[in-house]
């Protein structure tokens, strides 16, 4: 019987040098540890205005699947199709509860200065993720393939046009338009957000101004 | 076949314009049903607040 020979590549007592274990180690030194996904919060997070960043989460995952089966059908399905109709509306009415819950976690962030405790980075993060969402908004509303589409394209096109993005950023184009807000946009949005939870993670909730904890 | 007077006031909301400021009634709506929202956000006691006691430290 042949002996199971095993090997040990990087020992332990060696600083191993594999792409692999720097980025475990960079991966597991994102949070800190059980903080990823906690079952645990702080007393002062039992309000209300604490549930709208992750209600304007759940909405992004209800827009990124009614998003995918939009894709799936087509530009021109939910013209034709009572169940591409009944897609496109939860796809627009999740965006819109999106958009609302997001503004709302905003106003309550802003009047509990969330910046606070080394917090900036969250702070910013999260605008550039309003930022991106607006603009991955603005670009479903021109491939809607209709008249609405035209004609939101046709006012833009002179707006883009003076801070000189219209050449490279071309809002008559629908095939590209198309593509930013299935494919870039997207992706964009993702990142800035799995970003901003991990930082919030990171970072812990931010205690309200009057809290004596956590300053 | 709708009327054209029926295309028209489907095209056509209504806006309310002081100043600059010049926004639909279905966007002030909204808009204000956002601020209703934001305000019983701070003022409505969360299931389970009371609960918490003097002593507020971490809870699950």
């Known amino acids: 019987m042949t002996a199971l020979r095993t ?15 720097w980025l ?81 976690h905003l106003w309550g962030k802003f009047w509990m200065a969330a910046w606070r405790g080394k917090r900036v ?3 910013v993060i999260g605008v ?3 930022v991106a969402s607006i603009g991955t908004a603005f670009t479903g ?50 990142i800035v957000t799995v970003w901003h939870i991990v930082l919030v993670r990171r970072h812990g909730v931010v205690p309200p101004l009057d809290s004596e904890r956590g300053e | 076949m709708a009327s054209p007077d029926l295309l028209l006031s489907a095209s056509s909301g209504h806006y309310i314009h002081v100043g600059v400021i010049n926004v639909s009634v279905t966007n002030l709506l909204i808009v204000l049903a956002m601020i209703v929202v934001f305000v019983l956000a701070l003022v409505l006691p969360f299931p389970g607040a009371g609960d918490l006691g003097p002593d507020r430290g971490e809870q699950s």
Do not use: C
């Open chain 1, 7 to 21: 090997t040990t590549v990087g020992a332990a007592d060696h600083p191993s040098t594999n792409w692999t274990t």
């Open chain 1, 24 to 104: 475990r180690g960079r991966i597991s030194g994102l949070v800190p540890p059980g903080e990823a996904l906690p079952d645990r919060q702080p007393a002062y997070v039992v309000s209300w205005i604490y549930v709208f960043g992750v209600l304007t989460l759940a909405a992004l995952v209800v827009v990124l699947v009614s998003g995918a089966v939009l894709a799936a059908g087509g530009v021109a399905w939910w013209h034709v199709s009572g169940l591409g109709h009944f897609v496109n509306s939860m796809h627009l009415w999740s965006v819109e509860l999106f958009f609302a819950f997001m503004v709302i």
């Open chain 1, 121 to 123: 980075l969250t702070w």
């Open chain 1, 128 to 130: 550039l993720a309003f």
């Open chain 1, 141 to 190: 509303y021109l491939s809607q393939s209709n008249f609405d589409a035209q004609w939101i394209s046709a006012e833009a096109k002179d707006g883009l046009n003076a801070v000189a993005i219209g050449a490279w950023f071309n809002v008559l184009n629908p095939g590209q338009m198309l593509l930013w807000h299935v494919l870039l946009l997207p992706v964009a949005v993702g």
